[in-house]
């Protein structure tokens, strides 16, 4: 099981950017995906998990409205369409996986709690929104 995760940069505020996670070795539809990130001197958070399977989504407060996460079955890819970056958004993301989930009713639990404590991790991408 491995994941890659992609696309970060800079950005100015009020840009967009799009992290793509790519897994290989294994079926990205049969996990929760989450997309977490850390700031600087600050802990892990997570910021949203999907479960493509059952089509349920999870979205921190503070990007609801303007972060959106989808899966592609096809690539085997989930994505996190960022809008409207905020600097408080700078941070290292990271995709993570937990599962296989295959019962529905857990797959949406396991979403819904969205916990950094998941099973597989990708390495990093970087993201930097200046103000």
């Known amino acids: 099981v491995q994941l890659q995760a992609s696309g970060g940069g800079l950005v100015q505020a009020g840009g967009s950017l799009r992290l793509s996670c790519a897994g290989s070795?294994?079926?990205?539809?049969?996990?929760?995906i989450g997309w977490f990130r850390q700031a600087p001197g600050k802990e892990r958070e997570a910021v949203s998990c999907?479960?493509?399977?059952?089509?349920?989504?999870y979205y921190k407060d503070s990007v609801k409205g303007r972060f959106t996460i989808s899966g592609d079955n096809a690539e085997n890819t989930v994505y996190l369409q960022m809008n409207s970056l905020e600097p408080e958004d700078t941070a290292v993301y990271y995709c993570?996986?937990?599962?296989?989930?295959?019962?529905?009713?857990?797959?949406?639990?396991?979403?819904?709690?969205?916990?950094?404590?998941?099973?597989?991790w990708g390495k990093g991408t970087l993201v930097t929104v200046s103000s």
């Open positions: 993570a996986a937990a599962g296989p989930v295959i019962d529905s009713v857990y797959s949406k639990m396991v979403v819904a709690q969205c916990q950094p404590g998941m099973k597989f």
């Open positions: 070795g294994f079926l990205l539809r049969h996990y929760v």
């Open positions: 999907i479960s493509t399977n059952v089509g349920s989504t």
